[in-house]
């Protein structure tokens, strides 16, 4: 059964860090384009960082410079460390596994997605 299990969300002081994680199962991340979204209630769902299998990664927007996607092949996880973190990054996460058929990036389709886990920024 394909999954993806995030962890790691909670509240955090501005100008903090978190680092969130995606368990996946079911298949291996080291194969796939992975990625993060987040989405705000009553807002569109926003890509934040993608990754392919070859490790190339690419951080978008407000994350850029901010965040950071990694992932770990031997615990088959997916990492989004997240620095200077804002009351405007108060949202909720998800992790993502991305079709490769036109390329690994956040406008390729999402195949399966995370429950999600909130963050929650406070100042």
């Known amino acids: 059964q394909v999954q993806l299990v995030e962890s790691g969300g909670g509240s955090v002081q501005a100008g903090g860090s978190l680092t969130l994680s995606c368990a996946a199962s079911g298949f291996s991340v080291a194969t796939h384009c992975m990625g993060w979204f987040r989405q705000v209630p009553g807002k569109e769902r926003e890509g934040l960082a993608v990754?392919?299998?070859?490790?190339?990664?690419a951080v978008v927007g407000s994350a850029k410079g901010r965040f950071t996607i990694s992932s770990d092949n031997a615990k088959n996880t997916l990492y989004l460390q997240m620095n200077s973190l804002t009351r405007e990054d108060t949202a909720m996460y998800y992790c993502v596994a991305l079709s490769r058929i036109s390329g690994c990036s956040l406008r390729s389709r999402v195949v399966t997605w995370g429950q999600g886990t909130q963050v929650t920024v406070s100042s």
């Open positions: 990754i392919d299998s070859d490790g190339r990664t």
